[in-house]
Structure formats: C-alpha cells, structure tokens
C-alpha cells in the first residue's frame, strides 16, 4: 500500500511538474509574442519619428534656402537704391545750389522752376532714403528668422543623428 501510495504521489508529482512546465511554455510563448507585437508597434513609432523628422529636416533646409536668397536680392536692391539715391540727392544738392544762388526777382521763372526740381528731387532721395531703411530693417528681421532657422536644424540633425544611434546600437533594427 505504501508502494502503491508512493507511486500515485510520484505520478501526481510528474502531473503537476508537467502541467507546470505546459503552463510556463504557454506563458513563454505569450510574453514571446507580446515582446514581438511591442517590437513591430515600437519599430513602426520609430520609422514615423524619423520619416518626420526628415520632413522637418527637408522644409527647415527649404526655409533656410528661402531666406537667404530673400536677404540676397534685398541686399542687392540696397546696393541699387544707395547708387540711385546718390544720383538723385546730387541732384538734389544741385538743385539746391542753383536756387541758393539764384535772384529769385530777377529770375522768377527759372527760380520757380529750380526749386520746384529742388523740392521733387529731394522728395525722391528721401523716399529712396526710407525704402533702404525699410529694405535693412527687413534684412535684420531675415538674419533673425534664419538664425532661428538654422538653429532648429541643427537641433533636428542632431536628433537624427541620435536616431541612427539607436539603429548602430542595436536597439532598433
């Protein structure tokens, strides 16, 4: 009886030691697969952050493009405008110089006239004077934008660049 009482023991003990073993394969296999669905969902928030993140790359790079060839051409249309108002205030001082000199009762006519071009010259050197003004201004704002600019991309580069980190060090395939 005791024979027999052992032998039940030890095949309720291989039951339960196989019943344990089936439930940790089953419970390995689901952690497993668990582990895999966490792997792809994670992969797929990766890919999205990186796609992203060269999208924010490429239209930073776009807007920095922009910006410098703005600050270009207005820059440009400075050099045009410091050229052009010279000529007009020489003009002007011209102008000026004659009508100072003039006999305004003796010459009333030429007088007029002189000091009329006076007037409309030296109204358009300070208009000219004002659009490089307003051009500078719009420069200095340029620069301000593009530094930001530039600033963002040099911090999504380096987010990048720790992205391809994480790729190298096997943490993401």
Do not use: W
């Amino acid at each position: 009886m005791i024979r027999c009482h052992r032998m039940y023991s030890a095949k309720a003990d291989l039951d339960s030691i196989q019943a344990e073993n089936t439930t940790s394969k089953v419970t390995a296999k689901n952690t497993y697969n668990t582990s895999i669905a966490y792997g792809s969902y994670a992969k797929s928030e990766y890919d999205k952050s990186v796609s992203d993140l060269n999208d924010t790359i490429s239209k930073l790079q776009d807007q920095i493009t922009a910006y410098q060839k703005e600050i270009e051409t207005t820059t440009n249309e400075i050099t045009e405008l410091q050229a052009e108002y010279k000529d007009v205030q020489a003009n002007a001082d011209a102008f000026a110089y004659s009508v100072k000199n003039m006999d305004p009762y003796s010459d009333t006519a030429n007088y007029v006239t002189f000091e009329n071009n006076r007037e409309t010259a030296q109204k358009n050197a300070d208009s000219i004077e004002d659009q490089i003004e307003t051009d500078q201004d719009t420069i200095d704002s340029d620069n301000d934008t593009l530094t930001d600019l530039q600033a963002q991309l040099a911090k999504a580069l380096d987010d990048m660049n720790r992205y391809g980190k994480l790729v190298g060090s096997g943490y993401v395939s």
